[in-house]
């Protein structure tokens, strides 16, 4: 990897010591590479951490029990890879419990990203069961700033340093809700960095981006079954005036454009290995990452399992490129 000048974006880092169980893991990417990145300020993680098929490669193994694994896990994790999705929050408000859980396996320069809770980016609530009487029904906490503020704010606030980003999904923002949106954001703290992450290809546009700008909100790019690529989502980015901001550039690589979650799972489980190659994906990140480098901007790639296969495999495929 080629050498850089120092700048203010650079950092050190410390670990968390996990109890040694098994053999010691062999990643396929060189972790010292990654995290001298993350001191540069380009974070490479996964969306998230808890995959037995992962042992052998990012975990030791030997657990005793699921339990076991679920509580070490993450400290393992954070000895090879400097960043990490929080993808629970998102189905659940966060509990002080599951804070400090993050706190106590993670080493404070370590970044966590927690994605918002659905009950604030959910218009309405899908007619399935799983919702009880909420289904089907109109959501009275879309975008409430108190909410919002006291259900979610308030927990994660003991996450500190670890904050890297607070992601928001949203998965059915319409036109009509961009005015709700630039409210809802010019009325929260401003002491947190945010992401909105669009799986709305119609909004795909200069414009929105530019809102999110004027905003100080980072676009999430992603790869996803229903979105352009990451590379087109870039180029309105740009054209909406992103080459001028100082916010960081977020990418999550989550699925090939046409090819459904239950689809992926259904391929790539239990996610040891690479099963389909996404060069096109892999090519966009690159640029993604290399335009953060020489533009002296942080950035934040997270990479799922469902995108190619495995995602600390990506992750080793996208260091050697770069």
């Not at 010292?32 to 540069?40: G, K, Q, V």
């Not at 003991?158 to 904050?163: F, G, P």
């Not at 087109?232 to 901001?245: M, N, T």
Request: hydrophobic residues 40%; aromatic residues 14%; proline residues 7%.
């Amino acid at each position: 990897m080629a050498a850089r000048k120092t700048n203010s974006q650079q950092e050190s880092f410390d670990f968390v010591t996990a109890p040694k169980l098994g053999p010691d893991p062999k990643p396929p990417f060189d972790s010292r590479a990654l995290f001298r990145l993350a001191a540069e300020g380009i974070f490479l993680g996964t969306s998230s951490w808890k995959y037995r098929g992962w042992e052998g490669m990012i975990y030791r193994g030997g657990y005793a029990s699921e339990a076991q694994f679920q509580k070490q896990s993450l400290r393992e994790y954070t000895s090879l890879l400097p960043c990490v999705g929080v993808d629970f929050t998102f189905y659940t408000w966060p509990m002080p419990d599951m804070m400090s859980y993050l706190v106590d396996a993670t080493p404070e320069n370590f970044r966590c990203f927690p994605k918002v809770t659905k009950r604030i980016t959910l218009e309405e609530f899908p007619n399935v069961g799983s919702y009880g009487k909420w289904a089907g029904q109109k959501n009275p906490e879309f975008l409430n700033v108190d909410a919002f503020q006291e259900n979610f704010l308030k927990p994660i606030s003991i996450l500190d340093s670890r904050l890297g980003a607070i992601f928001f999904e949203f998965t059915h923002l319409e036109e009509k809700h961009l005015p709700q949106l630039e409210k809802f954001f010019s009325s929260i703290p401003r002491t947190f960095q945010y992401g909105v992450e669009l799986r709305s290809p119609a909004l795909v546009k200069a414009k929105f981006y530019s809102m999110l700008q004027s905003l100080e909100v980072a676009p999430i790019f992603n790869s996803w079954t229903k979105m352009p690529t990451i590379g087109e989502q870039f180029k309105y980015y740009l054209a909406g005036g992103g080459e001028k901001s100082r916010l960081p550039l977020v990418a999550r690589g989550l699925l090939r454009p046409g090819r459904s979650y239950e689809e992926a799972v259904r391929l790539f489980q239990p996610y040891q290995q690479i099963k389909d190659e996404f060069p096109e994906f892999r090519a966009d990140l690159v640029k993604l990452m290399r335009f953060a480098r020489e533009s002296e901007r942080k950035a934040y790639i997270l990479i799922n399992n469902r995108l190619e296969g495995s995602a600390p495999h990506t992750i080793g495929a996208l260091l050697k490129s770069l």
